[in-house]
């Protein structure tokens, strides 16, 4: 080969290899691959290439790269290597946005990335000074979580979402909700919804996020429920105190119990999505180790109309559960229960308005029962989201004494 063949194909070998160097990525790499932890100008500069990149690869159709290479490594090193939350929460929100732009395919890989990606996260959090700032980046937290749970249910093989995404979301809320985060801070507490004009005013807060520690653990017992983790559900469930006179006498007007609210809560999301083996399993599981009073005695106050006690959480449910479990011919049973249980507690929880979405659709479900023309759109769009008064004289309304035998015979969980 002559001398002049020769240079020319060192010229085009070194042209080919200029085509194919991306001095971004290079300079990426380089800013990553820094053997001390980045500082905040370096950080933030990591970010921009990193975004530039993300939507340079969509753009380009290379949507490996775009949530992978550049979305999901550039996150794992920022916050694994570098400790940059704050830096990361910007790139994880775009990275939730992309996986949903290019129809990424939500498969068990990507489930172990999100996994890692929470993981690593919360620990760079900790390492965060300033107590303001913890509480935004938890909170940036929570929004990219119910990001990729809406990305999992649109793209993934799980009606409402990935039960991995939903367990995560249901830990991420326990854990804001017993922090500072979440303490008298743009919520309403667990009667919100009660009373007169409550329905309204929660319908129009429904829209904002509610961090008040009620909200946040609604959600999370919504989300472990759609994860099917009951005993995750009672083991927080232990961790609050047992319900008061106050919140036990006829006609309270504070609101229920929180303990047995969340129960209530956790059991009707159950019932609702037809898991009625999880719902028996958290009732049993909480009256053999949490409840402390009388299952009998409690059987017997339900019944009483001279006791001067609210219906109780755990003798509704038990009977909830006997009643669906049997045929439709007992849809006037699950009528009578509902309506001593619905005004004296249902309707002093937090957002009464979902729960009565619920028990329109165990109606639906289970008896044939169909609610109103005007109702029915309102009811979809309750269960869509999930992917999130007095008794008068007292005791119950009046129901066939062979009705009330054959609902208790068997037992419920009693």
Same mark, same amino acid.
């Given at each position: ?99 949903? /732009? &290019? ?9 172990? @990335?999100?996994?890692? =990606?929470? !993981?690593?996260? %919360? ?123 106050? /919140? &036990? ?9 929180? @303990?047995?609210?969340? =129960?209530? !809560?956790?059991? %009707? ?8 083996r999880d719902a028996n399993i958290l009732l049993k599981a909480y009256i053999e180790t949490v409840e402390k009073r009388d299952l009998e005695e409690l059987k017997k106050s339900y ?20 009643i669906v479990e049997k045929d439709k011919k007992t849809g006037p049973l699950y009528t009578w229960l509902l309506k001593g249980f619905s005004n004296a507690e249902l309707a002093k ?60 015979q068997g037992g419920g969980g009693f």
């Amino acid at each position: 080969m002559s001398a002049a063949a020769a240079r020319r194909r060192k010229q085009l070998a070194a042209k080919a290899a200029l085509a194919t160097t991306d001095p971004i990525s290079e300079k990426l790499s380089s800013l990553l691959s820094s053997p001390t932890a980045l500082d905040e100008p370096s950080a933030y500069e990591a970010l921009q290439l990193a975004q530039s990149q993300v939507r340079k690869c969509v753009k380009s159709g290379d949507y490996e790269k775009a949530t992978v290479t550049y979305g999901y490594d550039v996150c794992k090193s920022l916050l694994e290597k570098h400790g940059k939350a704050s830096v990361a929460s910007q790139l994880l929100a775009l990275l939730g946005q992309v996986l949903t /732009e &290019t129809h990424t395919v939500c498969t068990s890989e990507w489930i172990e @990335r999100i996994r890692i =990606l929470d !993981r690593v996260y %919360l620990e760079a959090v900790l390492a965060v000074t300033s107590e303001a700032e913890k509480q935004r980046l938890y909170r940036l937290h929570r929004k990219f979580l119910k990001t990729v749970l809406g990305w999992s249910d649109v793209l993934g093989d799980t009606v409402l979402g990935s039960c991995d995404i939903h367990e995560l979301l249901g830990r991420h809320s326990w854990f804001l909700s017993t922090s500072a985060v979440g303490v008298g801070e743009g919520g309403v507490g667990e009667g919100a919804g009660a009373g007169e004009g409550g329905a309204g005013a929660a319908a129009a807060g429904a829209e904002e996020d509610d961090y008040s520690p009620i909200a946040l653990q609604s959600e999370s017992v919504t989300h472990f429920t759609l994860a099917e983790k009951p005993m995750e559900i009672l083991d927080r469930l232990r961790t609050l105190p047992d319900p008061t006179a106050q /919140e &036990t006498k006829l006609n309270h007007v504070c609101p229920p119990a929180k @303990r047995e609210s969340l =129960l209530t !809560r956790s059991i %009707l999301v159950m019932v609702t999505m037809e898991n009625l083996r999880d719902a028996n399993i958290l009732l049993k599981a909480y009256i053999e180790t949490v409840e402390k009073r009388d299952l009998e005695e409690l059987k017997k106050s339900y019944m009483s109309k001279t006791d001067k006690k609210s219906p109780n959480h755990v003798v509704f449910l038990s009977m909830l559960l006997k009643i669906v479990e049997k045929d439709k011919k007992t849809g006037p049973l699950y009528t009578w229960l509902l309506k001593g249980f619905s005004n004296a507690e249902l309707a002093k929880m937090y957002k009464p308005e979902i729960l009565k979405g619920y028990t329109t659709k165990i109606g639906r479900v289970y008896f044939d029962i169909q609610p109103p023309p005007s109702m029915m759109a309102t009811l979809e769009n309750m269960m869509s989201m999930m992917g999130g008064g007095g008794m008068g004289g007292g005791g119950m309304p009046p129901i066939n004494p062979a009705m009330m035998q054959a609902m208790m015979q068997g037992g419920g969980g009693f």
